[in-house]
C-alpha cells in the first residue's frame, strides 16, 4: 500500500507517453477495432434497425460490451429514444422508475403512480409519432426475476399490431442460462438473435497492445513492450482486454521502479504475482517444446496429379501457400476449357490442413461426386474441374478433421446436378455434411 503522502506517478512520466496507454477511456484514439467487435457493433445496429424486438449480446466481463454500447448510442439521432439500466441489484418498481427517468419523466422515487401503465403509454405515443424506443439493460444476467418479468411486459406492447419497444440485453454468457428459463419463454421466443463476443486470440492481443501503446503516443511500441512478452500477457489475460489493461499497466509500474526504459520479464512477473495470476503463467518448458517443434521437419507437401481424357498430364507440387486453379494465364494450375473459369477455384494451406475453395465458379467444383463451395482435403480426394480430373495425394491428410466450415452446394438455378440429385432442386445448403443423417 502507498503510504498517503506519497504522489503515485503516472505511468506514462518516464516511457515517453502523452497519456496513459491502458486506462479505462471512452477515447476513440483508444478503441482496438477487432474483427469481433466490429461484428458486435453491426449486430447491435442490425437487432435496432429490423423487425427484431430483441438481441442479446454475451461475453465475460471486461470484454468491452459496455464500451459498445456507448458508442452505438452516440451514434443515434433524435428518431430514437434510449433508456440504458446499469445497475444489478434493482427492484421492478426501481428498475420502471429509472426507464421513465431516461425517457425524460420527473417522478420521485415514493411516487405511487403505476409506473408500468405510465410506461406502456408513452411507448405507445412514441410508436404513434414515428419514434423508436429501444431500452438497454446491461449485466442482465444479475438481474432478479421480478424485473426480467416487467421486461417481459415491456417487450409485449404494441400500437396498431407492432411491438413498440426495442430490447438490447448485454450480459455473462450465463445470461443465455437465465432466457432459456420457463419463465423467459415468452420473451425470447421466436427468432431471437443473440451474439457471443469472444476474447482475443494471442494476436489479437500483441495487436491491442501495440495499438494502445501508439494512440498514448509511443512511436515504436516495441520499444516499450517486447514481443517476446506479448505470449504471457496474453496467456495470464485470458485475452480479455479489461485484464490486458490490468497487467500492462501493473508491469509498466514495476519497470518504471526497476529505472527501466521498457517491460522487462522480471517487471510483468512482478505484475503477474500482484494480480494473483501466477497458475495461469506459460512454463518455460511450454517454450522450449514449441522451440523444438520448430525445429522439426515440416509435413511432406502434397501435390496435385491431373488427367485430362484419361491420361495423366502433369502433376503439381503444393508447395506455397495458395494456388490458384483456372483459365487464365496467372492461374498456378491453368486448365485450357470453356467450362473452367479464369479464377475457377484456390487451395490454401490453412494450419496442416490445404482447403479447395470455388471462387464462384461458372460450373462449380465436383468433389468425390459431390458439389463443393468448401473442404479440407484429404488424401486421394477426386476433384472434377470441368473436363479435367485432380486427384490430391497427401498421405499425412489422412486424418485430417472434418472441417465445420465445409460447405457442400446440393443445387442452385442452372447448376449441373451431382449423381442421385433431381434435376429440379433449387436448394442451396451449408455446413459439413452429417454422416449419420
Not at 415468452?186 to 463476443?197: I, T
Not at 521437419?297 to 488427367?307: N, R, Y
Not at 502433369?314 to 506455397?320: F, N, T
Amino acid at each position: 500500500m502507498t503510504p498517503p503522502d506519497v504522489a503515485v506517478l503516472p505511468i506514462s512520466t518516464g516511457f515517453g507517453l502523452a497519456t496513459e496507454p491502458f486506462a479505462d477511456t471512452a477515447d476513440d484514439a483508444f478503441f482496438f477495432p477487432s474483427d469481433q467487435h466490429l461484428r458486435a457493433l453491426e449486430f447491435m445496429g442490425h437487432s435496432l434497425w429490423t423487425k427484431s424486438r430483441l438481441g442479446v449480446v454475451t461475453a465475460e466481463h471486461g470484454c468491452g460490451k459496455s464500451l459498445l454500447i456507448k458508442r452505438l448510442l452516440k451514434e443515434l439521432d433524435e428518431r430514437v429514444t434510449v433508456a440504458s439500466v446499469q445497475r444489478e441489484h434493482i427492484g421492478p418498481r426501481e428498475f420502471l422508475l429509472e426507464i421513465l427517468r431516461q425517457f425524460g419523466f420527473t417522478l420521485a422515487d415514493e411516487d405511487k403512480t403505476d409506473r408500468r401503465r405510465l410506461l406502456e403509454r408513452f411507448l405507445a405515443h412514441q410508436a404513434g409519432t414515428g419514434r423508436l424506443c429501444l431500452v438497454v439493460v446491461e449485466n442482465a444476467q444479475s438481474m432478479h426475476p421480478s424485473v426480467l418479468e416487467e421486461l417481459r411486459c415491456l417487450a409485449a406492447v404494441e400500437h396498431d399490431g407492432v411491438r413498440v419497444v426495442k430490447i438490447l440485453l448485454l450480459g455473462q454468457p450465463s445470461l443465455n442460462l437465465v432466457l432459456e428459463s420457463p419463465r423467459m419463454v415468452e420473451l425470447v421466443s421466436g427468432n431471437v438473435s443473440r451474439f457471443s463476443l469472444a476474447t482475443f486470440t494471442e494476436d489479437q492481443t500483441a495487436a491491442y497492445v501495440a495499438h494502445r501503446l501508439r494512440a498514448a503516443g509511443a512511436p515504436n511500441p516495441d520499444g516499450l513492450m517486447p514481443y517476446t512478452l506479448l505470449p504471457q500477457i496474453h496467456a495470464c489475460s485470458l485475452g480479455v482486454p479489461a485484464n490486458i489493461n490490468k497487467l500492462c499497466s501493473r508491469a509498466f509500474e514495476h519497470a518504471r521502479e526497476e529505472g527501466a526504459g521498457s517491460v522487462t520479464s522480471s517487471a510483468l512477473d512482478k505484475a503477474i504475482e500482484d494480480l494473483g495470476w501466477v497458475r495461469r503463467r506459460l512454463r518455460v518448458e511450454n517454450a522450449v517444446l514449441e522451440q523444438v517443434a520448430a525445429l522439426a521437419p515440416s509435413p511432406s507437401q502434397g501435390k496435385l496429379v491431373i488427367t485430362m481424357q484419361g491420361e495423366v498430364e502433369r502433376e503439381v507440387s503444393l508447395k506455397s501457400d495458395r494456388l490458384l486453379v483456372g483459365r487464365g494465364e496467372e492461374a498456378d494450375v491453368r486448365i485450357d476449357s470453356v467450362f473452367i473459369s479464369r479464377y475457377h477455384a484456390l487451395i490454401v494451406r490453412d494450419g496442416n490442413r490445404d482447403l479447395l475453395l470455388d471462387l464462384g465458379s461458372t460450373n462449380g467444383l465436383v468433389v468425390n461426386s459431390r458439389r463443393i463451395l468448401r473442404r479440407a482435403l484429404r488424401h486421394r480426394d477426386l476433384i472434377q474441374v470441368g473436363p479435367a480430373r485432380v486427384m490430391y495425394i497427401n498421405e499425412q491428410a489422412n486424418n485430417v478433421q472434418p472441417d465445420p466450415g465445409e460447405t457442400l452446394c446440393f443445387s442452385r438455378p442452372g447448376f449441373p446436378a451431382a449423381a442421385g440429385e433431381e434435376q429440379d432442386a433449387t436448394l442451396l445448403a451449408f455446413g459439413r455434411l452429417d454422416p449419420s443423417s
